[in-house]
């Protein structure tokens, strides 16, 4: 563990280097990059080693870089007219008053005065060089929002159109139950997403509310997954989670043979998926983005009136 005395003496030796370095005497970091003493190790402890990288990168939640790497923070920071990162792995998040980074020591040294916290403060204006400062009060530090993470991961997600089928066939009769069902699984929802930024994890799921049948013919059936698929064992008996008429219930199908109800190439089916999504965050905040419903699946479907033949 190391003392106040060590961490200063550390600190010091910090600074000079990097007033070294910019007066030519001795030049120890690049343009971009701060290299570490020969054998460092960057421990939160460790305040010689620094923090890597450059500075006046983009915010990460808008799809660029930050300064030396690490995580966004969903959310958008400035210093001195241009973006920077809101936070910084290793570093700590933003400060806009001072466009310095923070970091708590953790864990505290064992001499740590009394109402004093230490951190560890690594300013865009010097270089990211990290130095330890002790602090009656904290910061005011940036605070990523969850629900702008939340964002993120949806975009990450993989919503599918749905490919319908039907039984029998594309085509039937009038009094023969409809089978429907999803082929492709786009019922089922895409897995969780998750991430941490500025220290905050939050976790996004999606749930199957519905999938919407609109059969064509001024009616719609509502289902609850992709629906299970006929077979020839089920002969004319109704589908037992997704059909027209539906297992048990009052609807009789349909009505009106395809033709006669000016459908000439059949109804025009269509499925509808719609999802919700829940988001949760480590620090307990939890809710809700918009619901989602990728593009509806498609086909026809022919109804054909029964004939009857006389002998």
Known sequence: MLTRRTRLRLALATL???????????????????AAPPNCEN??????????????????????????????GGGTCTWKGAEVACYIEGAGSFNANDGCYYRVASPQPTDQPEGLTLYYKSCIDNNLIQVPVDLANPPVLFVPDPAEIALDLFARMVFR???????????????????????????????????????????LAATLDRVTWDMGDGHTVVCQGNG????????????????????????????????????????????????TLHWVATDGQEGDLPGVSPPAGQDLYVVNELQVVNR
């Open 16 to 34: 000079l280097a990097g007033v070294l370095a910019t007066t030519g005497v001795m030049l120890i970091r690049g343009p971009d990059v701060f």
């Open 43 to 72: 421990t939160p402890d460790n305040v010689e080693c620094g923090i890597g990288g450059g500075v006046g990168g983009t915010n990460p939640g808008n799809g660029g870089g930050n300064p030396g790497g690490g995580g966004g």
């Open 161 to 203: 159109t749905p490919t319908i089928e039907f039984a029998p066939g594309t085509s039937g009769v009038l009094g023969m139950p409809v089978w429907m069902w999803i082929s492709n699984g786009a019922a089922t929802p895409p897995p969780p997403e998750s991430d941490t930024q500025a220290g905050l994890g939050v976790s």
């Open 228 to 275: 299970k698929p006929w077979t020839a064992a089920a002969g004319a008996t109704r589908s037992p989670d997704c059909g027209y008429p539906t297992a048990g219930g009052d609807a009789s199908g349909y009505q009106v043979a395809s033709a006669l109800a000016g459908h000439k190439d059949g109804y025009l089916v269509q499925a509808t998926t719609s999802f």
